[in-house]
């Protein structure tokens, strides 16, 4: 592991010489993710992009893209745009990036199964802010807003989100 990683553990996000509490998925950790499966995946994953509600915040970020009215994430294995940012009107299974609620105000997005995704392997892996602490995501890992604000301009072109392989089989408790 490098000292700009993002290390997974027990405890929480090990990050830019601090913890930080999180959420991670109801299905805990698994080497085998499957869509649905409400896991977070163990591996090394990049961090691909960031995304943030410019109605609701300013640009935290130069690297920032806002999340306009329309923006989707397919999460339809079936389809080939499956784990892919895509625009509405989408016929095909999809989470709305542009929520009613805050969870995805900022975004940070990983290279989990992307950009070529793997048909059912699992979709849209992100770091967003938590519901409540200790609330399990569906496979994100999630953070108190104000820590998510701050990971993100901690975050360089080398971080990487590092989620142990021996993590794997544990609970998201």
Not at 52 to 75: K, Q
Not at 148 to 168: K, N, S, W
Request: charged share 30%; glycine share 10%.
């Amino acid at each position: 592991m490098r000292p700009e990683d993002m290390v997974l553990t027990p405890q929480g996000l090990r990050f830019a010489g601090r913890l930080w509490p999180c959420s991670i998925g109801r299905g805990g950790v698994r080497a085998d993710k499957r869509e649905g499966d409400g896991a977070t995946p163990a591996g090394v994953h990049r961090l691909v992009g960031c995304l943030y509600r410019p109605d609701r915040m300013a640009r935290p970020v130069d690297w920032a893209l806002p999340i306009r009215p329309g923006d989707l994430w397919s999460d339809d294995p079936r389809h080939e745009d499956y784990n892919l940012m895509v625009r509405a009107p989408y016929p095909h299974s999809h989470e709305r990036l542009r929520r009613g609620d805050p969870l995805y105000d900022l975004v940070l997005l990983t290279d989990w199964n992307w950009p070529r995704a793997e048909r059912g392997r699992g979709s849209a892996i992100f770091l967003h802010r938590w519901r409540r602490p200790g609330f399990a995501t569906e496979g994100c890992i999630a953070f108190r807003p104000e820590h998510l604000r701050r990971i993100v301009t901690r975050i360089t072109y080398g971080t990487r989100l590092v989620v142990p392989q021996d993590l794997a089989g544990r609970g998201a408790g």
